[in-house]
């Protein structure tokens, strides 16, 4: 069974500083999706970036970038230029076939 | 297109009592996903349509959880008998067949008096 670990529960920066949220993962697939989402103070989750594991190339989003290296299991998620309005709950999740995994999550919260 | 709708957004009950929450996918998405969230934690995958079959379901769901999607358009989710343990988010989300993203729905708070 896949697994997917967030190792920080929460985190802080200051506001326009970079911050890295780290996830390990756990699977014997060869191909597979990764994604990050974001989930606000009592608002809905939405995607924030996904990579297909097949792809060498990191996934990037304007300020959202990920660092992915399939030999360790790792998908590090970098915010740049962090805003008041990251502050939120991110979930890593792990997608194959209709198998879908989430992390327990990282609180970030950026500081004004 | 308003993205994935749920309904009540939140729901309290008292114990023993039977509840049903509705999710209302993106119109051209064929596969729709329920997951219950507890608090603190990441979505928990309860229960999976392809149109109007269910094709997988979680041991999570026991016999008191029944799902259905009728028409292959809308789900409803039912608790019969709720337990206090029931409280948490359940949250749907819907995905078309050409991508391997879900987009979710704001999700239904359940707690159980």
């Known amino acids: 069974a896949q697994t997917v670990t967030q190792s920080q529960p929460e985190m802080s920066v200051q506001e326009a500083e970079t911050v890295t949220l780290s996830c390990t993962y756990d699977?014997?697939?060869?191909?597979?999706?990764l994604f990050w989402y974001k989930q606000p103070p009592s608002r809905q989750m939405i995607l924030v970036i996904r990579?297909?594991?097949?792809?060498?190339q990191n996934a990037t989003e304007n300020r959202f970038s990920v660092n992915f290296q399939k030999a360790a299991k790792s998908f590090s998620l970098k915010i740049s230029d962090s805003q008041l309005g990251d502050t939120a709950m991110y979930f890593c999740?792990?997608?194959?076939?209709?198998?879908?995994?989430f992390g327990p999550g990282t609180r970030l919260s950026v500081l004004p | 297109d308003t993205g994935v709708s749920q309904d009540p957004r939140h729901k309290i009950t008292k114990r023993g009592q039977n509840v049903t929450f509705r999710c209302d996918p993106i119109?051209?998405?064929?596969?729709l996903y329920w997951y219950r969230q507890t608090l603190g934690q990441g979505p928990e995958f309860l229960t999976y349509?392809?149109?109007?079959?269910?094709?997988?379901k979680s041991r999570l769901l026991s016999d008191r959880f029944s799902a259905e999607r009728p028409k292959g358009s809308f789900s409803t989710l039912e608790i019969q008998r709720t337990e206090q343990g029931d409280s948490a988010m359940y949250l749907c989300?819907?995905?078309?067949?050409?991508?391997?993203?879900?987009?979710f729905g704001p999700g239904t708070r359940l707690t159980v008096l």
């Open positions: 989300a819907s995905r078309d067949l050409h991508t391997d993203t879900q987009y």
């Open positions: 119109s051209e998405h064929n596969r």
């Open positions: 990579q297909e594991a097949y792809k060498q």
């Open positions: 699977t014997s697939e060869n191909n597979y999706y």
């Open positions: 349509f392809q149109n109007e079959a269910q094709l997988e």
């Open positions: 999740a792990f997608m194959r076939g209709q198998n879908f995994v």
